[in-house]
């Protein structure tokens, strides 16, 4: 295993893996190497060989350990800080998809011969080999995903779920479609990286912003954006003010690849707010001190009071009020329960978590300049 080298010229080994230097460019000058990778406590990514392709905005961070011949697309991020991620040979990560852990709980492992396609989320999970993870797919924390499974576009993996091996699953919750054999998996896996095209447009320059704020490089803002103290944009999101402006509270935090789109009215996100992983955002109010899970979908005109909890791969209405109070859930979202004093605590530790993180990724990202 390489820690951010090739085998030709640069130093190999775990030792250097584990006293890593100022964060810089994984294979030096290499133009398959990821647009960019930190360290996360230390810790840079390993890679058993040069990748075949890493795309504009990826990004990889931390404890991640990466199989021979992977391919990383645009705005891919594979992001492990807290736990471990590690991917096996032949992984491919579509455009604007990311694999990331839970800080305190689980790491991420992949097995070989993994694609996963574009917009999706592999969080905190276990994915066994010759998995083809379509479009739009969210899998939560815990899941166990077993060899020679495909996952239908638009599909949500619920927390702890196991998956068994040789099935096509789908829907939200995904549930076994029909048994499937390895040639058509690997069939739909081709079919799927075909697909790939052209992915997303160079990064704009970033705004200026208060020195407490954390913006990754890899991240597009454009319009009017303002963001509030101690706030944080992660990697590979896309903020564009087309319209109106995009209003973000202090200590709220963006997590990766989220895309959010102001055409009329704008878009505004109260304070100590959490807005998770691929989340797509129209015209909206958002509140304070809410959490919006992986891969939802806020609809123009929706306007989501303080202290919500909206629930992973979750859609709402054009127009829908969401009370506060409560926890959201389903397509379009509904009360699935009240907001109790464990709940809040979690989305409170979260946002706390996320404001350590932008201070590091801050000094750990201008090192890397």
């Known amino acids: 295993m390489l820690p951010c080298a090739t085998r030709a010229g640069l130093p190999s080994g775990a ?29 840079l990514p390993v890679f058993a060989s040069r990748p075949v392709w890493c795309g504009r905005g990826s990004t990889v961070i931390g404890a991640a350990t990466i199989g021979a011949q992977a391919w990383i697309g645009d705005d891919g991020v594979i992001r492990a800080d807290g736990q471990s991620v590690t991917v096996g040979e032949r992984f491919w990560l579509g455009h604007r998809s990311t694999v990331h852990i ?11 011969r993994v ?7 592999v969080h905190a999970c276990t994915v066994g080999s010759d998995v083809v993870i379509e479009d739009d797919v ?5 899941a166990a995903i077993g060899d020679g499974v495909v996952i239908e576009a638009g599909s949500t993996v619920f927390p702890r779920a196991e998956l068994p091996a040789g099935f096509v699953y789908g829907g939200t919750p995904a549930k076994p479609r029909r048994p499937i054999e390895r040639a058509e998996v690997a069939e739909r896996a081709e ?37 509030g103290a101690g706030s944080s944009v992660l990697f590979s999101c896309d903020l564009h003010a087309e319209v109106g402006p995009i209003v973000v509270g202090a200590d709220t935090n963006i997590q990766d690849n989220t895309v959010i789109r102001s055409r009329a009215e704008g878009v505004v996100i109260g304070r ?63 009360i699935l329960g009240p907001l109790d004093a464990d709940k809040r605590a979690m989305m409170a530790r979260i946002v706390e978590g996320y404001c350590k993180h932008g201070r590091e990724y801050r000094v750990a990202q201008a090192e890397a300049e």
Not at 115 to 121: P, Y
Not at 197 to 219: Q, S
Not at 276 to 298: K, M, P, T
Request: net charge negative; hydrophobic share 35%; proline share 7%.
């Open 15 to 43: 030792e250097k893996r584990r006293r890593a230097g100022p964060a810089r460019n994984c294979i030096e000058d290499d133009p398959v190497s990821p647009d960019l990778i930190l360290p996360y406590e230390g810790v």
């Open 102 to 112: 839970a800080t305190f709980t689980h790491g991420t492992l992949c097995g070989d």
């Open 115 to 121: 694609t996963v396609g574009r917009n999706s989320v």
């Open 138 to 142: 969210v899998i939560l924390d815990g």
């Open 191 to 227: 079919r799927l990286r075909e697909g790939m095209g052209e992915g997303t447009a160079l990064p704009a320059a970033p705004p200026e912003v208060d020195e407490t704020v954390f913006v990754a490089r890899t991240a597009r803002l454009r319009g009017r954006v303002s963001l």
């Open 272 to 334: 100590d707010t959490t807005i998770g992983h691929n989340v797509r955002i129209g015209d909206c109010r958002i509140g304070a001190r809410c959490l919006i899970g992986i891969g939802a979908s806020i609809a123009p005109g929706t306007v989501i009071a303080d202290e919500v909890m909206l629930a992973a791969g979750a859609t709402t209405d054009p127009g829908q009020l969401l009370e506060g109070g409560h926890l959201w859930g389903g397509r379009p979202a509904r």
